[in-house]
């Protein structure tokens, strides 16, 4: 295992994805197949869960991964500027939109991470979409 670290991160989200799935299996079902209050935990779960396999499977990869200015910013700095910009976004969504500002809180959340930018691009892209899809389309809540 290249860094015992992110092996035992990996377990502890597989782990914490398990045990939400399995807690919100309590949770009471709606009635002609509305999604549940179970809906949301279990998608959480999901990600929990992909999250910890993906991690487990790139500590297990013996690969000279390279350095780039944004891994080399001390980790406070950079949890200040991702708190910083979700901080920000009850401001700018009123001025820009849902879709505008949440797409900018991600690709700079992203980019503090150290993702290569075409990735984080994809992925706030992914991000908005998926929220916008499931909420405003799938079960009619206006964003």
């Excluded at 390279?66 to 949890?79: F, G, Q, R, V, Y």
Aim: hydrophobic fraction near 55%; include cysteine; proline fraction near 6%.
């Amino acid at each position: 295992m290249k860094n015992t670290r992110d092996g035992i991160s990996a377990l502890l989200l597989c782990f914490l994805g398990i045990g939400i799935w399995w807690q919100s299996g309590s949770f009471p079902v709606l009635e002609e197949g509305y999604p549940g209050p179970s809906l949301f935990p279990r998608m959480i779960a999901i990600g929990l869960l992909l999250s910890g396999l993906w991690i487990g499977a790139k500590s297990l990869q013996k690969k000279e991964e390279e350095t780039h200015a944004w891994e080399e910013m001390p980790s406070l700095l950079k949890l200040g500027g991702g708190v910083l910009l979700v901080g920000l976004y009850p401001i700018l969504q009123p001025l820009m939109g849902f879709m505008v500002s949440l797409g900018l809180v991600c690709l700079g959340v992203a980019l503090l991470l150290g993702i290569k930018p075409w990735i984080a691009v994809a992925s706030a892209l992914g991000t908005v979409l998926f929220i916008f899809v499931t909420f405003e389309m799938l079960l009619g809540v206006s964003l």
